[in-house]
């Protein structure tokens, strides 16, 4: 569903991928991880289409980016560190809003759906800004999953969740998942990574340095893997996010 080639990326002088190959198939749940300033978002933002690289090839479901941004755009639901939710309109107006903006048939039923979908049902008629941070980050993934994308990618989701939410958005990613959706996560917290997906994708160096089969490793022998691809000690990077 995403083939990623050769893609290279520089922020001016600054090369931040040199060389990125990365196959992520229909329906597989891959977690991407790496240091701080790898590049990570700079991939994911480059395979949502809101970022162009500097070469190499980006295909998503056949489609070659960025020529075919606009086709495949509608395919796609990203969470990303900007919420994209409105404070002053209710849970319930957020999502009437993005289902205006994709022009979604039967809207009022499918923001119904939604809400009751990620457990905000009872808060719908509140405006977003009197949410916790794991409410807002329950409707972030409604609204991202509102037009059902194939694609689903998230930079980070857990970052700020308590344990609770964190579980209920390992329920609710599990779900999506299990829809046959192709997911690509972008986390540091290595171990809870690996136990979530299919697949982890260590980026180093530009490049992705190992992949790792989330059943063929135990979770210590994954954060050795780690720290050999990196240089780093796992137990540095944040525990959560
Ligand atoms: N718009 C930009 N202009 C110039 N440099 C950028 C830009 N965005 C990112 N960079 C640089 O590219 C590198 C990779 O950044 P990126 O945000 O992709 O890393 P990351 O792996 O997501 O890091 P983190 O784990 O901290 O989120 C960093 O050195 C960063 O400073
Ligand atoms: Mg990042």
Redesign the pocket.
């Known amino acids: 569903m995403i083939q990623i080639r050769g893609l290279i990326k520089q922020?001016?002088l600054?090369p931040?991928l040199r060389g990125v190959d990365l196959h992520v198939p229909a329906g597989e749940f891959v977690t991407l991880v790496?240091?701080?300033?790898?590049?990570?978002?700079?991939?994911?933002?480059i395979v949502a289409t809101l970022l162009k690289p500097t070469a190499g090839e980006v295909k998503i479901g056949g489609w070659l980016m960025p020529q075919n941004s606009g086709r495949v755009r509608r395919h796609i639901g990203l969470v990303s560190h900007q919420t994209l939710l409105y404070g002053d309109l209710t849970a319930a107006e957020n999502l009437q809003f993005f289902a205006k903006l994709y022009r979604l048939d039967n809207s009022d039923d499918r923001v119904a759906e939604a809400l009751k979908r990620v457990g905000l049902a009872a808060r719908q008629r509140d405006a977003v800004r009197t949410f916790s941070r794991g409410m807002m980050q329950r409707l972030t993934l409604a609204r991202a999953t509102l037009h059902e994308p194939d694609v689903l990618l998230l930079?980070?989701p857990y970052t700020g969740l308590d344990q609770d939410a964190s579980a209920l958005l390992d329920d609710l990613l599990r779900r999506e998942s299990a829809k046959g959706r192709t997911i690509l996560m972008?986390t540091?917290d290595l171990v809870h990574g690996l136990n979530l997906c299919d697949r982890v994708a260590i980026?180093s160096r530009g490049k992705i340095a190992q992949e790792v089969a989330s059943g063929e490793v135990t979770g210590a022998e994954f954060l050795d893997i780690y720290a050999a691809q990196t240089g780093r000690k796992a137990g540095m990077t944040k525990a959560n996010g």
Do not use: F, Q
Request: proline fraction near 5%.
């Open positions: 922020y001016g600054n931040v790496g240091p701080n300033g790898a590049g990570k978002s700079t991939l994911m933002r930079d980070e972008i540091h980026l």
